[in-house]
Protein backbone atom coordinates (compact mmCIF):
# COMPACT_ATOMS: atom_id res chain seq x y z
CA UNK A 1 0.00 0.00 0.00
CA UNK A 2 1.32 3.39 -0.86
CA UNK A 3 -0.05 6.28 0.99
CA UNK A 4 0.77 10.35 -0.28
CA UNK A 5 2.86 12.21 2.71
CA UNK A 6 0.86 15.10 2.63
CA UNK A 7 -2.09 12.84 4.43
CA UNK A 8 0.34 12.35 7.45
CA UNK A 9 1.66 15.55 7.14
CA UNK A 10 -1.41 16.58 8.12
CA UNK A 11 -2.96 13.61 10.03
CA UNK A 12 -0.06 14.56 12.47
CA UNK A 13 -0.48 18.23 12.83
CA UNK A 14 -4.13 17.39 13.84
CA UNK A 15 -2.78 15.09 16.46
CA UNK A 16 -0.63 17.53 17.88
CA UNK A 17 -3.31 20.10 17.85
CA UNK A 18 -6.64 18.28 18.94
CA UNK A 19 -5.05 16.00 21.42
CA UNK A 20 -2.13 18.66 22.94
CA UNK A 21 0.61 15.87 22.75
CA UNK A 22 3.35 17.76 23.70
CA UNK A 23 4.02 21.57 24.53
CA UNK A 24 4.84 22.50 21.51
CA UNK A 25 3.69 22.15 17.50
CA UNK A 26 4.43 19.12 16.22
CA UNK A 27 4.83 18.67 12.46
CA UNK A 28 5.54 16.15 10.13
CA UNK A 29 9.29 16.81 9.91
CA UNK A 30 9.46 15.79 14.17
CA UNK A 31 9.26 12.64 12.44
CA UNK A 32 11.01 9.85 10.50
CA UNK A 33 10.39 8.23 6.90
CA UNK A 34 10.13 5.04 8.81
CA UNK A 35 7.92 6.25 11.80
CA UNK A 36 5.52 8.18 9.22
CA UNK A 37 5.25 4.84 7.48
CA UNK A 38 4.51 2.70 10.36
CA UNK A 39 2.75 5.35 11.67
CA UNK A 40 0.08 4.97 8.19
CA UNK A 41 0.14 0.89 8.54
CA UNK A 42 -0.89 1.07 12.05
CA UNK A 43 -4.06 3.12 11.58
CA UNK A 44 -5.15 1.24 8.59
CA UNK A 45 -4.50 -2.23 10.05
CA UNK A 46 -6.13 -1.56 13.83
CA UNK A 47 -9.05 -0.54 10.96
CA UNK A 48 -8.96 -3.62 9.26
CA UNK A 49 -9.38 -5.37 12.58
CA UNK A 50 -12.00 -3.26 14.09
CA UNK A 51 -13.92 -4.02 10.60
CA UNK A 52 -13.08 -7.58 11.09
CA UNK A 53 -14.43 -7.27 14.67
CA UNK A 54 -17.83 -5.85 13.58
CA UNK A 55 -18.15 -8.15 10.73
CA UNK A 56 -18.27 -10.66 13.04
CA UNK A 57 -21.56 -9.24 15.15
CA UNK A 58 -22.94 -8.88 11.59
CA UNK A 59 -22.59 -12.60 10.72
CA UNK A 60 -24.27 -13.32 14.25
CA UNK A 61 -26.63 -11.37 13.40
CA UNK A 62 -27.64 -11.87 9.68
CA UNK A 63 -26.68 -15.45 10.04
CA UNK A 64 -27.99 -16.29 13.17
CA UNK A 65 -25.09 -17.74 14.49
CA UNK A 66 -24.95 -19.60 17.90
CA UNK A 67 -22.45 -17.77 20.43
CA UNK A 68 -21.44 -19.38 23.25
CA UNK A 69 -19.46 -16.98 26.07
CA UNK A 70 -19.69 -13.36 25.28
CA UNK A 71 -20.13 -12.16 21.95
CA UNK A 72 -17.34 -9.52 22.17
CA UNK A 73 -14.63 -12.12 22.85
CA UNK A 74 -16.19 -14.43 20.12
CA UNK A 75 -16.30 -12.01 17.96
CA UNK A 76 -12.27 -10.96 18.34
CA UNK A 77 -11.80 -14.45 17.81
CA UNK A 78 -13.24 -14.02 14.41
CA UNK A 79 -11.11 -11.08 13.77
CA UNK A 80 -8.25 -12.67 14.04
CA UNK A 81 -8.91 -15.89 12.62
CA UNK A 82 -9.81 -13.85 9.13
CA UNK A 83 -6.13 -12.08 9.45
CA UNK A 84 -4.41 -14.98 10.36
CA UNK A 85 -5.65 -17.74 8.02
CA UNK A 86 -5.60 -15.02 4.97
CA UNK A 87 -3.07 -15.77 2.29
CA UNK A 88 -1.80 -12.16 2.28
CA UNK A 89 0.74 -10.87 4.61
CA UNK A 90 -0.75 -7.90 4.72
CA UNK A 91 -3.53 -9.27 6.82
CA UNK A 92 -0.99 -11.00 9.40
CA UNK A 93 0.77 -7.99 9.79
CA UNK A 94 -2.50 -6.31 10.68
CA UNK A 95 -2.98 -9.09 13.54
CA UNK A 96 0.06 -7.38 14.58
CA UNK A 97 -0.61 -4.37 14.53
CA UNK A 98 -3.60 -4.96 16.53
CA UNK A 99 -2.06 -6.50 19.28
CA UNK A 100 0.54 -3.54 19.44
CA UNK A 101 -2.67 -0.91 20.07
CA UNK A 102 -4.22 -3.03 22.70
CA UNK A 103 -1.25 -2.74 24.63
CA UNK A 104 -0.47 0.90 23.61
CA UNK A 105 -3.89 2.19 25.21
CA UNK A 106 -3.25 -0.12 28.63
CA UNK A 107 0.09 1.63 29.02
CA UNK A 108 -2.01 5.03 27.93
CA UNK A 109 -4.28 4.68 30.41
CA UNK A 110 -1.57 4.46 33.32
CA UNK A 111 -3.83 4.36 36.01
CA UNK A 112 -5.15 0.77 35.65
CA UNK A 113 -8.43 -0.78 35.75
CA UNK A 114 -11.40 0.91 36.97
CA UNK A 115 -14.99 -0.69 38.38
CA UNK A 116 -16.23 0.44 34.72
CA UNK A 117 -13.56 -2.09 32.64
CA UNK A 118 -14.94 -4.92 34.75
CA UNK A 119 -18.48 -4.08 34.13
CA UNK A 120 -18.07 -3.78 30.60
CA UNK A 121 -18.66 -6.58 28.19
CA UNK A 122 -15.35 -6.35 26.64
CA UNK A 123 -12.22 -8.08 28.02
CA UNK A 124 -9.38 -5.78 29.62
CA UNK A 125 -7.36 -4.13 27.45
CA UNK A 126 -4.29 -6.15 28.06
CA UNK A 127 -6.14 -9.21 27.98
CA UNK A 128 -7.39 -8.67 24.42
CA UNK A 129 -3.82 -7.88 23.73
CA UNK A 130 -2.59 -11.16 25.10
CA UNK A 131 -5.44 -13.26 23.46
CA UNK A 132 -3.90 -11.89 20.50
CA UNK A 133 -0.68 -12.61 20.41
CA UNK A 134 -1.31 -16.25 21.82
CA UNK A 135 -3.57 -16.85 18.47
CA UNK A 136 -0.72 -15.24 16.70
CA UNK A 137 1.62 -18.16 18.57
CA UNK A 138 -0.71 -20.59 17.76
CA UNK A 139 -1.44 -20.02 13.93
CA UNK A 140 2.29 -19.78 13.21
CA UNK A 141 5.34 -19.23 15.97
CA UNK A 142 8.35 -19.00 13.44
CA UNK A 143 6.09 -15.95 11.52
CA UNK A 144 5.81 -14.30 14.85
CA UNK A 145 8.48 -15.26 16.82
CA UNK A 146 10.53 -12.36 16.49
CA UNK A 147 7.33 -10.55 17.89
CA UNK A 148 6.39 -12.47 20.85
CA UNK A 149 9.76 -13.29 21.55
CA UNK A 150 9.93 -8.86 22.23
CA UNK A 151 7.07 -9.42 24.26
CA UNK A 152 8.61 -12.12 26.46
CA UNK A 153 5.46 -14.30 26.08
CA UNK A 154 6.03 -17.48 28.37
CA UNK A 155 7.29 -20.57 26.48
CA UNK A 156 5.06 -22.68 28.47
CA UNK A 157 1.57 -20.26 27.70
CA UNK A 158 2.63 -20.57 24.19
CA UNK A 159 2.58 -24.52 24.34
CA UNK A 160 -1.04 -23.93 25.06
CA UNK A 161 -1.59 -21.22 22.15
CA UNK A 162 -1.95 -24.03 19.08
CA UNK A 163 -4.76 -25.68 20.10
CA UNK A 164 -6.56 -23.13 21.66
CA UNK A 165 -6.42 -21.63 17.81
CA UNK A 166 -7.06 -24.64 16.68
CA UNK A 167 -10.06 -24.87 18.51
CA UNK A 168 -11.31 -20.98 17.70
CA UNK A 169 -10.61 -21.35 13.72
CA UNK A 170 -11.67 -24.85 13.70
CA UNK A 171 -15.14 -23.54 15.68
CA UNK A 172 -15.54 -20.50 13.60
CA UNK A 173 -15.19 -22.17 10.10
CA UNK A 174 -17.51 -25.20 11.32
CA UNK A 175 -20.38 -22.33 11.56
CA UNK A 176 -19.45 -20.90 8.45
CA UNK A 177 -19.29 -23.71 6.65
CA UNK A 178 -22.78 -24.03 6.89
CA UNK A 179 -23.64 -20.97 5.25
CA UNK A 180 -21.56 -21.06 2.62
CA UNK A 181 -22.34 -21.10 -1.14
CA UNK A 182 -19.99 -21.14 -4.31
CA UNK A 183 -22.63 -19.88 -6.23
CA UNK A 184 -23.74 -16.92 -4.26
CA UNK A 185 -22.95 -13.21 -4.27
CA UNK A 186 -23.95 -10.76 -1.97
CA UNK A 187 -24.14 -7.54 -2.32
CA UNK A 188 -22.55 -5.23 -0.31
CA UNK A 189 -22.50 -0.86 -0.32
CA UNK A 190 -18.95 0.81 0.41
CA UNK A 191 -19.72 4.26 1.20
CA UNK A 192 -16.47 6.83 2.44
CA UNK A 193 -18.77 9.80 3.54
CA UNK A 194 -17.15 13.29 3.63
CA UNK A 195 -15.22 13.85 6.95
CA UNK A 196 -17.24 17.23 7.03
CA UNK A 197 -14.78 18.06 8.98
CA UNK A 198 -10.63 19.44 7.51
CA UNK A 199 -9.05 17.99 10.83
CA UNK A 200 -10.92 14.00 9.68
CA UNK A 201 -11.02 14.79 5.83
CA UNK A 202 -7.43 13.19 5.98
CA UNK A 203 -8.37 9.96 7.58
CA UNK A 204 -10.92 9.28 5.25
CA UNK A 205 -8.64 10.00 2.35
CA UNK A 206 -6.44 7.31 3.81
CA UNK A 207 -8.59 4.69 4.60
CA UNK A 208 -10.28 5.06 0.97
CA UNK A 209 -6.82 4.85 -0.68
CA UNK A 210 -6.08 1.70 1.40
CA UNK A 211 -9.50 0.53 0.30
CA UNK A 212 -9.80 -0.52 4.38
CA UNK A 213 -13.80 -0.87 3.77
CA UNK A 214 -13.71 -2.62 0.34
CA UNK A 215 -11.70 -5.67 2.98
CA UNK A 216 -14.94 -6.74 4.16
CA UNK A 217 -16.94 -7.30 0.58
CA UNK A 218 -14.17 -9.13 -0.69
CA UNK A 219 -13.90 -11.16 2.26
CA UNK A 220 -17.71 -11.88 2.49
CA UNK A 221 -18.66 -11.21 -0.74
CA UNK A 222 -18.52 -14.32 -2.75
CA UNK A 223 -19.05 -17.82 -1.42
CA UNK A 224 -21.33 -16.73 1.42
CA UNK A 225 -25.35 -16.79 1.98
CA UNK A 226 -25.76 -13.13 2.95
CA UNK A 227 -28.60 -11.72 1.95
CA UNK A 228 -27.78 -8.52 -0.28
CA UNK A 229 -27.27 -4.88 1.08
CA UNK A 230 -25.12 -4.84 3.82
CA UNK A 231 -23.87 -1.35 4.36
CA UNK A 232 -20.03 -0.27 5.19
CA UNK A 233 -19.76 3.14 5.92
CA UNK A 234 -17.33 4.94 6.93
CA UNK A 235 -18.30 8.25 8.46
CA UNK A 236 -17.96 11.29 11.14
CA UNK A 237 -19.66 9.83 13.94
CA UNK A 238 -19.07 12.54 16.97
CA UNK A 239 -17.18 9.33 18.81
CA UNK A 240 -14.28 7.19 18.53
CA UNK A 241 -15.75 3.95 18.01
CA UNK A 242 -17.22 1.75 15.56
CA UNK A 243 -20.78 -0.45 15.78
CA UNK A 244 -23.08 -2.86 13.56
CA UNK A 245 -26.72 -1.47 13.20
CA UNK A 246 -28.62 -4.22 13.23
CA UNK A 247 -31.50 -3.02 12.04
CA UNK A 248 -30.29 -0.80 9.44
CA UNK A 249 -28.35 -4.00 8.62
CA UNK A 250 -24.73 -1.17 8.83
CA UNK A 251 -21.42 -1.33 9.63
CA UNK A 252 -19.89 2.13 11.09
CA UNK A 253 -16.17 2.86 11.15
CA UNK A 254 -16.12 6.50 12.48
CA UNK A 255 -13.29 8.46 11.36
CA UNK A 256 -12.48 10.05 15.01
CA UNK A 257 -11.69 6.25 15.66
CA UNK A 258 -8.59 6.76 13.01
CA UNK A 259 -7.52 10.05 14.50
CA UNK A 260 -7.60 8.35 18.11
CA UNK A 261 -4.81 5.86 16.80
CA UNK A 262 -3.14 8.53 14.95
CA UNK A 263 -2.67 10.29 18.21
CA UNK A 264 -1.39 7.07 20.01
CA UNK A 265 1.35 7.03 17.70
CA UNK A 266 2.22 10.21 17.62
CA UNK A 267 2.11 9.93 21.73
CA UNK A 268 4.32 7.08 21.41
CA UNK A 269 7.04 8.53 18.68
CA UNK A 270 6.94 11.62 20.43
CA UNK A 271 8.25 10.05 23.59
CA UNK A 272 10.26 7.65 21.35
CA UNK A 273 12.27 10.79 19.76
CA UNK A 274 11.99 12.58 23.72
CA UNK A 275 15.66 13.36 24.89
CA UNK A 276 16.94 11.58 28.19
CA UNK A 277 17.50 14.32 29.94
CA UNK A 278 14.85 13.67 32.74
CA UNK A 279 15.11 17.89 32.87
CA UNK A 280 13.71 18.11 29.76
CA UNK A 281 9.42 18.08 29.66
CA UNK A 282 8.08 15.25 28.08
CA UNK A 283 5.38 14.83 25.93
CA UNK A 284 1.69 14.14 27.10
CA UNK A 285 -0.27 11.18 27.36
CA UNK A 286 -4.06 11.40 25.89
CA UNK A 287 -5.76 14.32 27.45
CA UNK A 288 -9.03 12.83 29.97
CA UNK A 289 -11.43 13.90 27.41
CA UNK A 290 -9.92 11.88 24.52
CA UNK A 291 -9.09 8.91 26.71
CA UNK A 292 -12.98 9.09 28.36
CA UNK A 293 -14.11 8.70 24.46
CA UNK A 294 -12.11 6.40 23.55
CA UNK A 295 -13.55 3.43 21.83
CA UNK A 296 -13.52 -0.58 23.09
CA UNK A 297 -11.97 -1.58 20.44
CA UNK A 298 -8.50 0.30 21.74
CA UNK A 299 -5.45 -0.38 20.40
CA UNK A 300 1.66 -1.80 22.53
CA UNK A 301 3.91 -0.94 19.96
CA UNK A 302 6.69 -3.43 19.87
CA UNK A 303 9.95 -2.11 21.51
Known amino acids: MVFRKSVVAAMLAFCAAGFVMSTTALKAADFTAE ?21 GHMLVSELGLPVLGREEDAVDGLSGVMLLESVEDEFKAAMQDAADGWF ?4 AK ?27 SGADPDYFKTFIDSIQFPAERREECGGEYAKIRDSW ?13 SKFTVTYEPAN ?11 QEAQVLEAIEATYGEGYDIPDGIK ?19 ITY ?34 PEAEANANSVKLKLKD
Open 232 to 250: VTGKTCGTENAFWHEGSRE
Open 104 to 107: LIDE
Open 254 to 287: CYEMAAYHAALMVNYFTNLNAPADPSVEQAEAPT
Open 197 to 207: NADLQPFADLL
Open 110 to 136: GEGPQESDFIDTHGLDRQRAYSLVCMM
Open 173 to 185: FGLLEQHQDEQKT
Open 35 to 55: QIAEGQKFIVNNALFILFHES
